[in-house]
């Protein structure tokens, strides 16, 4: 079983910067990334990162995103840079590790314009 917890959300300016944290309960997890979700809006995946640091990022934030990992705090971060009102979403912390899918209870992040 793996517990994901998240931290670092926070309101902000448009074109201001954060970074979420996300801690896990253990280590070796293969996949650990973020999906966000908006109000009235499907939850959408944000970025991935592999446990050989190979990362994804959905083209709405590639560029301004950044996904690490420090695994000996099994942890993974989201660098998030220029921020934009449109990334105003409850961010949530993904891991997989095969069968199995675990979320995070989600962080607020508000983007004011």
């Known amino acids: 079983q793996v517990q994901l917890v998240e931290s670092g959300g926070d309101l902000v300016q448009a074109g201001g910067s954060l970074r979420l944290s996300c801690v896990a309960s253990?280590?070796?997890?293969?996949?650990m990334g973020w999906y966000r979700q908006a109000p009235g809006k499907q939850r959408e995946l944000v970025g991935t990162s592999t446990n050989d640091d190979r990362t994804t990022y959905a083209d709405s934030v590639k560029g301004r995103f950044t996904i690490s990992r420090d695994n000996a705090k099994n942890t993974v971060y989201l660098q998030m840079n220029s921020l934009k009102p449109e990334d105003t979403a409850v961010y949530y912390c993904?891991?997989?590790?095969?069968?199995?899918?675990?979320w995070g209870q989600g962080t607020q992040v508000t983007v004011s314009s």
């Open positions: 253990r280590s070796a997890i293969s996949i």
């Open positions: 993904y891991a997989f590790n095969w069968p199995t899918n675990y």
